[in-house]
């Protein structure tokens, strides 16, 4: 089961990287290049798309390095566990502020806001395995089952944004 899991997760990063590498037709890229016009709006799709693959293939390394450990170890480096769960807490807060940084288009808004969600949930899986190494640090049993299921529920959520995420950028791009 963990494995079909980590399967799905890793498409839906994977649909994430390939929607943010394709060289599809972006309207805006004439809007970028070009002087603003006092009404103009200079929009950063293009530089956010390009955010979203960055963050996109760290986080995916780090949510495969929790399944490394925690199918390898048999739960019981805690060490490690804790610091994949400190950097995928640390790449989640800086992708949500790069994120909240851009001015996109109005096709892309939407996507941008899903992706925000993501890592909000991203974010909250991390803080979840750093309790769970924690958890199995102290010898807590129970309190460990219950910190993977929040790690599983927030994990869960975030995949279901990515989601949303990639068919809103799809959509956008008339691809949907």
Known sequence: MKKYTHLIFFIFFASMLAVGCTGLK?????????????????????????????????????????????????NSDYTTLATIGQNISDHSHAALTENNQYTVSPQFRDAQKEWGLALEDSNSAGKSVIVVANDIKNGNTNSKLEDIQKYMESRNSMNVHLNKTTTLMKTAYGKA
């Open 26 to 74: 972006d309207n805006n890229n004439a809007s970028q290049t070009s002087s603003p016009q006092p009404t103009q709006a200079v929009y950063q799709d293009t530089a956010w798309r390009e955010s979203i693959h960055t963050y996109t293939e760290l986080l995916g390394t780090d949510f495969k390095n929790v399944q490394i450990v925690m199918d390898n170890t048999n």
